[in-house]
């Protein structure tokens, strides 16, 4: 279900310290200490009064290391794959309630509708199983997920596509929805740009977000991304999101967000570093824990369905209970702008260069430039 784009890292704010080059290993520099940008962008510009929605300040990237120094290995997304098992809205599955509040989000839609970073079909095929009614594509950058996606579509149309260039008209879809994606690629704000090429005006734009930058989390308390690294090495997670981060971004990009839910509030939080922990012990897997369980047979299989399924069952009792909580996992729901304003803004996010200045990504300045 990811992209796959090659990370780029920055880090916490950096000190004040003479700026030195240092190599990102792909040809591009990185400067080490406090961005020219931010400092010369600083005196310029007059003061400001609170707006709405708040300013996004520069992402947040997972990080192992000194600042401008890569990981050892980029994450493969071709030998690790999601969303081949059986999924349904129901408390026993454990993607159950992220399917439940998409089928809610697509309420009386009728039309054509599109899985963002499908992976191997599961979010895609369950849709058209339940709303048989819409018209469902999904696309994802992975071509092993995609041809085990492919051996039984079940009516879903599949392609091979990045998500910073989605190769479907402008206008073409009715809903977009993302699963467990834009933590992953290097540039976040070109893929929502795409999402609100493809949506029709007033369309409707749902995503699920690991929120671990999100303030009175776990995640937040251990430092998801920084101190504590397994989710980077083990699950691609190179963006570290907050709601407020996530929400003043897809503003933006002409995406506001209308509505928002929340899971993964103790009981997942607890299990998910555990297991990622483990993983920094045991080594890398091959899938998400739910296709692994589905995938095993015997005993061992039989138990592993077991626990997966009472533990989603706890998770989905425990969002339920909790559900004006904020906690580890926002699902957002967006409406794409149908003002002139929001599509200059769209536009003004193209990329200007392939470097890094400072600490920030290069597209991401041009983003803070607009706002100043």
């Known amino acids: 279900m990811r992209p796959g784009s090659t990370p780029c890292w920055t880090t916490r704010r950096p000190t ?6 240092h190599s990102n290993g792909r040809g591009a520099s990185i400067g080490r200490g406090t961005s020219t940008h931010s400092s010369t962008a600083s005196s310029r510009s007059p003061a400001r009064t609170s707006r709405w929605p ?11 290391g000194e600042i401008g120094e890569p990981l050892a290995q980029p994450f493969d ?9 059986m999924l349904r809205p129901r408390p026993w599955f454990m993607n159950g309630l992220k399917l439940r509040y998409l089928l809610a989000d697509l309420g009386p839609v009728r039309g054509k509708v599109l899985d963002l970073g499908c992976g191997a079909g599961s979010v895609a095929k369950a849709v058209k199983r339940e709303r048989p009614d819409l018209d469902v594509a999904a696309c994802d950058v992975s071509r092993s997920a995609l041809a085990i996606a492919e051996a039984s579509p079940e009516g879903v149309a599949f ?11 402008d206008g073409e879809f009715d809903v977009v929805w993302i699963f467990d994606v834009l933590e992953h690629v290097e540039k976040p704000e070109l893929v ?31 430092g998801c991304g920084t101190r504590w690294t397994a989710k980077v090495r083990h699950g691609g ?4 999101f907050s709601a407020e981060r996530f929400s003043g971004l897809a503003a933006f990009c002409g995406l506001p967000v209308t509505a928002t839910r929340w899971s993964y509030h103790f009981v997942l939080q607890v299990l998910d570093i555990l297991y990622f922990t483990w993983l920094d012990w045991r080594g890398p897997v091959s899938g998400s824990v739910e296709d692994m369980a589905a995938a095993r047979e015997g005993i061992v299989g039989s138990l592993m369905r077991a626990v997966s399924m009472t533990v989603a069952t706890l998770a989905w009792g425990e969002a339920t209970l909790l559900a004006d909580l904020p906690g580890g996992c926002g699902h957002f729901t967006c409406t794409r702008a149908q003002s002139s304003e929001a599509a200059q803004a769209t536009r003004s996010l193209s990329p200007r260069s392939n ?6 990504p290069s597209s991401f300045l041009a983003l803070e430039t607009s706002l100043t």
Request: aromatic share 10%; proline share 10%.
């Open 54 to 64: 708040p300013r996004p300040r520069p992402l947040e990237v997972a990080w192992s």
């Open 192 to 222: 929502l740009r795409e999402v609100a090429r493809v949506l029709r005006p007033g369309g409707r734009f749902h995503i699920v977000l690991p929120l671990e930058g999100q303030p009175w989390t776990l995640y937040r308390f251990i």
């Open 77 to 85: 997304y071709e030998a690790k794959r999601w969303g081949s098992a």
């Open 16 to 21: 004040r310290r003479p700026a030195t080059a």
């Open 355 to 360: 470097g890094i200045r400072g600490s920030q």
């Open 237 to 240: 997670h190179i963006q570290v």
């Open 159 to 169: 392609r091979a596509a990045e998500a910073e260039k989605l190769p479907y008209a």
